[in-house]
């Protein structure tokens, strides 16, 4: 059964804290990427990697970092200089120059 | 890229054909139009793309102009089901790498 999994649904942190979302995909795709998306609103990336070991910011990326070390896997950490990190995370995957699917998504709080 | 611009909202009722219009005054050449669906707390799903006149799958069509300033999702007969919010999206895939913008989108809202 294929496609994007994001894990946990819900997290909950304390200011100050890093916390580290997981993103993994069996869709062999190449292409992953990071999006929050605050209510109300539209999705805004913070995060693209084309590749295994390369990753580009997008408009969001200050307060954000990510690795790409498997084809699979594009885990990003909320850090603490993020100034407003309670949000609605979305990773998304896709065939380079194909349509992106996205995961189910991961609930932030920080308080 | 190419900003778009969309209804915020819009109201229908079952059985009734749904239409949303988007648009993107400064598409480029190499340009494709993408639609999404997304309902609350999950992903974005992909619904349909194009680049020109006319393409239709086996739950909405998409409408394009020659001159591809606006493009139009039409959704047949919808459903309680369909109530979303419809993100409009103009991008390229230059440099091997799709690069999407999403807007605040359409909230569609289905009646009985």
């Known amino acids: 059964d294929g496609g994007i999994t994001q894990s946990p649904k819900y997290l909950f942190r304390k200011e100050g804290q890093n916390v580290t979302l997981s993103c993994e995909q069996n869709l062999n795709h190449d292409a992953m990427y990071w999006y929050r998306q605050d209510p109300g609103q539209g999705l805004r990336l913070i995060y693209y990697s084309q590749i295994v070991n390369d990753f580009q910011k997008g408009d969001i990326a200050e307060g954000y970092s990510v690795s790409r070390e498997k084809k699979e896997s594009f885990p990003l950490t909320v850090t603490s200089a993020q100034k407003n990190p309670t949000a609605f995370y979305l990773c998304a995957s896709s065939i380079v120059g194909d349509e992106q699917y996205f995961g189910p998504g991961t609930r932030l709080t920080v308080t | 890229l190419a900003k778009t611009t969309q209804p915020i909202s819009m109201d229908s009722y079952e059985g009734q054909e749904v239409n949303i219009t988007c648009s993107h005054n400064?598409?480029?050449?190499?340009?494709?139009i993408t639609w999404y669906q997304q309902f609350p707390s999950q992903g974005p799903r992909f619904i349909i793309q194009g680049y020109k006149t006319k393409v239709t799958n086996e739950v909405a069509s998409l409408f394009i102009p020659a001159d591809r300033k606006s493009s139009t999702l039409s959704l047949p007969r919808v459903s309680l089901s369909d109530t979303a919010v419809y993100y409009c999206l103009v991008g390229s895939f230059s440099g091997g790498y799709n690069k999407l913008i999403f807007g605040a989108g359409t909230r569609l809202a289905v009646h009985p």
């Open positions: 400064n598409i480029a050449t190499n340009d494709y």
